[in-house]
């Protein structure tokens, strides 16, 4: 009896974990689509900012400004954005990969690198690896506010300005559809040149014919600030979409290997409780058939 | 798109990180430029300008009385008009009736107290200041 029991025992717990994990499932794709939703949202702004750059490009006015201008790096700055929960598959793991095989390729360069994390998983997979953290964030969570990333964005672009970085690079979770999601790193500062995608356009545009007030150095003065803070925050939008998917399925094949799992259990202590029976019956029979005699 | 043909409206888009927070029809829209206030009606010429910190006045929206103002306070940002289009490109749009208006008049008087050394925190202050100020003349105003 004790081995159908405790089979029995244990095809309850799977069935209980089983049901955690598709509640965590569903969770997660309820804030997948809110995530998803505010990622949308959010690509107007950077569209507008676009346009307004490629219309300062059209004019022909010179692109020059500090953010643009690749100089030697002596000093880097690397941001890892990680989850603040586990359970999400390699989520966590790809990340932090990237960013060690970064910073291990910064330390062979001998070009010190000022570390930043945020989610509680990256900081405490950094910090066993003997990275030192400088800033480590653990408030951003599904929903990652413009507000709480500006902060952050205005203090790289301070220290750029300043001359304690000359590199700005972002290791997250980029994604690209809810099928492919990829640990990558994404040189923030310099900022890559806004005008890469205009030339052929850039006649079609002509005719729009903008005024700029005040002037359009002036403008993209600051509009390029506005800009990488932009991309920052969508680093942030896309860590936070990337996170909520990842557990989205690693939650989904937990709920399908709990139910194959239940169904082998279910098989195993059928069969263990059959021989019991069996068992039982024959010693019934043995006695009967002992006290005939 | 009908709407857009209509005489004398013209379209205006708030659109800040998050979210495009508005898009409505509207008679004319006052903009804080750096500089100063600029009203823009349908077939303004276009332009691209720069804003400081103030507040956009969105007057006759389709939907509401002729002379229904609706106000929101934005700090700095851009603005995109085109012939038919308002596009108002900010980090930060705060619908007038949502600010708090002695927080802000709290905020000033710490920024007033405050002292900044060196060309650039000093900037910094007055930039900050300015913002400040900007707030609570849209807080205070009462719509």
């Known amino acids: 009896m004790a081995k159908a029991r405790a089979l029995d025992r244990r095809r309850k717990s799977v069935r209980n974990i089983r049901k955690i994990t598709r509640t965590m499932e569903l969770i997660a794709t309820a804030r997948f689509k809110k995530a998803m939703d505010r990622s949308v949202a959010a690509r107007d702004y950077t569209k507008h900012l676009v346009k307004i750059l490629e219309n300062i490009a059209s004019v022909g006015a010179e692109v020059v400004h500090p953010l643009l201008e690749i100089r030697p790096t002596h000093k880097t700055a690397v941001l890892v954005l990680t989850g603040n929960r586990g359970l999400c598959g390699g989520y966590n793991s790809n990340v932090v990969r990237q960013a060690v095989a970064l910073l291990g390729q910064w330390k062979s360069e001998q070009v010190p690198a000022h570390v930043s994390a945020s989610g509680k998983r990256g900081i405490s997979a950094l910090r066993f690896r003997g990275v030192d953290l400088a800033e480590k964030y653990t408030s951003f969570e599904d929903k990652p506010e413009f507000a709480a990333v500006a902060p952050i964005g205005k203090a790289y672009l301070e220290a750029y300005a300043a001359g304690t970085i000359d590199r700005l690079d972002v290791v997250y979770t980029k994604f690209h559809s809810i099928a492919k999601q990829v640990a990558i790193t994404e040189t923030l500062l310099p900022l890559a040149p806004p005008n890469a995608s205009v030339g052929g356009q850039a006649s079609q545009r002509a005719s729009d014919e903008y005024d700029f007030y005040p002037s359009a150095e002036s403008i993209l003065e600051e509009i390029l600030p506005a800009s990488f803070l932009s991309r920052l925050f969508k680093c942030f939008l896309d860590a936070a979409v990337s996170e909520q998917v990842a557990r989205m399925v690693a939650m989904k094949a937990a709920t399908e290997n709990a139910g194959g799992l239940i169904k082998s259990l279910s098989r195993q202590y059928n069969r263990a409780r059959q021989s019991q029976i069996t068992g039982e019956i024959m010693e019934i029979l043995g006695g009967v058939e002992a006290l005939k005699k | ?143």
């Not at chain 2, 910190?53 to 609706?70: K, L, M, T």
């Not at chain 2, 619908?95 to 708090?100: F, R, T, V």
């Not at chain 2, 910094?124 to 913002?131: C, D, G, I, P, V």
Request: some cysteine; hydrophobic content about 40%.
């Open chain 2, 1 to 143: 798109m009908a709407d857009t043909k209509q005489s004398g409206t013209v379209r205006c888009v708030i659109v800040t990180p998050e979210q495009t927070s508005l898009d409505t029809q509207a008679r004319s829209v006052t903009l804080p430029l750096f500089d100063g206030q600029r009203g823009v009606g349908r077939g303004h010429s276009p332009f691209i300008g720069r804003l400081g910190a103030g507040e956009v006045r969105i007057v006759g929206e389709q939907g509401a009385a002729s002379d229904a103002v609706r106000r929101l306070f934005v700090e700095g940002g851009f603005v995109e008009v085109g012939h038919d289009t308002v596009t108002v490109i900010t980090q930060r749009a705060i619908p007038a009736e949502k600010l708090d208006a002695p927080a802000a008049r709290a905020e000033l008087e710490k920024l007033a107290g405050s002292r900044a050394a060196g060309d650039e925190a000093i900037d910094a202050r007055l930039k900050a200041e300015q913002a400040a100020r900007a707030l609570v003349r849209t807080a205070t105003r009462g719509g």
